[in-house]
């Protein structure tokens, strides 16, 4: 397994096209990319915050990445992991979350009043120094996206697109999170309430949730998120369906990978690159869109 991780890695580098010295937004048939904050912008503000994405949005990407989980009361749940994470997050009093508690701490245990006391921003985090500290909570979706529409509204900004992921996995189900059908049935349900459905993309790591989107709302668009090493035809065999992009782990490409995954007719669009010289060499090589944490890279790369 590593050895195949260091070869795609090689081969990223080994197969990457010379990087073109225009401007980044363009390859060289002028194609629009997608930028997309990570977790809003988790490089300056804490992850999956209302002031992290409305921020994201004072740089000119087109999408916010963002993570849901679910409530007690059934409610989308801004998180990437299903519980409070010890590496970020405190008790509302200031109280350390220590490591052996932090999946005790199941979001599906708890209603949103109960969420709303938890603290994750004010301790910041190691891997980003420049984040700023905020004593924040983790909002509901529907809180999170009508901040989001307010302030487009309020400053006349094109609203952005959603990129929703539903953390699951199978060892979770019933655990840390729904069944997939249940699932997708709430999130959809809060997509239409908040009348974004064109608007929003839900990707997932989950091939059962993918396929129960399509199920139950096939004109959805979906992303299939990607970090093993399996291959195209084996991950795309999981599903029911084609997804309109799928999304890997960026060290996994090259421009034969890309050109093949355009043959099947998604879209292609990497996670996570924060460095502006990986995000040249990955648009010279073809995909459709960048996902970062630092979205204030966007207008330094458009410059």
């Not at 938890?118 to 984040?131: K, V």
């Amino acid at each position: 397994m590593k050895y195949l991780f260091y070869l795609s890695f090689f081969l990223f580098f080994a197969c990457t096209e010379s990087t073109p010295s225009s401007s980044t937004t363009s390859t060289p048939d002028k194609k629009q990319i997608d930028f997309q904050g990570h977790r809003g912008a988790r490089g300056l503000y804490p992850e999956n915050s209302i002031t992290g994405l409305v921020k994201a949005l004072d740089f000119p990407i087109q999408t916010l990445e963002l993570d849901v989980v679910v409530s007690q009361d059934s409610q989308l749940i801004l998180s990437h992991e299903p519980w409070f994470s010890h590496v970020i997050c405190q008790h509302g009093d200031g109280r350390e979350i220590l490591e052996a508690e932090a999946e005790e701490l199941k979001i599906m245990d708890l209603d949103y009043k109960d969420i709303k006391a938890f603290d994750c921003g004010s301790r910041g985090n190691l891997r980003f120094p420049e984040q700023n500290k905020l004593k924040i909570y983790k909002p509901s979706f529907m809180d999170a996206i009508s901040n989001v529409e307010l302030h487009c509204r309020k400053t006349n900004r094109t609203p952005p697109h959603y990129n929703v992921e539903l953390k699951s996995q199978p060892a979770w189900y019933d655990i840390f999170t729904p069944q997939p059908e249940q699932f997708v049935k709430l999130a959809l349900q809060e997509i239409e309430l908040l009348e974004i459905a064109d608007q929003i993309t839900l990707q997932s790591f989950d091939p059962a949730i993918l396929n129960e989107i399509h199920r139950q709302a096939p004109n959805i668009s979906t992303s299939f998120l990607v970090e093993n090493t399996d291959g195209l035809e084996t991950n795309l065999a999981k599903l029911d369906f084609t997804p309109n992009i799928y999304s890997p782990y960026f060290k996994l490409l090259n421009v034969g990978a890309v050109h093949a995954m355009h043959k099947k007719g998604m879209k292609v669009i990497p996670w996570t690159i924060n460095d502006p010289v990986i995000i040249e060499k990955l648009i010279g090589i073809g995909v459709d869109g960048i996902i970062t944490d630092y979205p204030n890279l966007v207008g330094g790369l458009e410059g």
